[in-house]
């Protein structure tokens, strides 16, 4: 799948996200798939080709290369894009399911009628609330997509020995005769990306916390809101039922003088 078909699937999801979700969305194309496909991929080259050692030992550049680059920036930060961007496609699946149960209930409440273009349209383009089962799926894809951010973070730091790239690094791997001096191309430009992908990176991390925090203080609202809503009718209902016991009562006490009057009346004749 190309990275066009991606940002289709991913601009469908960005129609039912909140504000901070379309932020987070725009990062991660603009400030991290852009510049990974326009530069970094050109920066980077064949980066083993470039990579020289002061030897000539048959095999010496290929183990001391593999030993410090076991995995490539450009391969990884593909990789990492793929992962985060996967949850969203689940959330794209969720109203993707929803939109056609929708669209089955109208269908069995119309009969025999069918539906006209309009209507498809406008189900189609309906905004869904972030409420209920989506709300579990949105907030789940946030999770993963914190858990996937930091994880990748993690293993670019604990490959790489940290995001700064060496001008100079010293190889003592078989079959190498001795300790050899081994340079990397462009180290600078190299260390300035990888900077860049990284605070890309934390940026998009802090968007989706602060998403998430959004989602449930929200949804604490609506349960208070609920909560009080129930509380007023409860006490409505029961205002309502203690009044209807003191206005029965009243009758009864009416009754029961009245017959009481009628009893002595009789009793006096």
Known sequence: MSWGALYAQLGGVNKHSTSLGKIWLSVLFIFRITILVLAAESVWGDEQSDFTCNTQQPGCKNVCYDHFFPVSHIRLWCLQL???????LLVAMHVAYRKRGDKRTMLASNGTE?????????????????????????????????????????????????FQMPRLVKCEQWPCPNKVDCFISRPTEKT?????????????MVLNVAELCYLIAKALMRCSARSNRG????????????DSALLQNKKNELLLSCSTDSSSNKTMC
């Open 82 to 88: 793929i992962f985060v961007s996967t949850p969203a």
């Open 231 to 242: 509380r007023h009718h409860y006490t409505h209902t029961d205002g309502v039922t203690r």
């Open 114 to 162: 069918k539906m006209t273009d309009t209507d498809l349209e406008t189900l189609k383009k309906r905004r869904l609330p972030i409420t209920g089962p989506l709300w579990w799926t949105y907030t789940c894809s946030l999770f993963f997509r914190l858990i996937f951010e930091g994880g990748f973070m993690y293993a670019l730091y604990f490959v790489y020995d940290g």
């Open 192 to 204: 300035v990306f990888t900077i860049f992908m990284v605070a890309s990176s934390a940026i998009c």
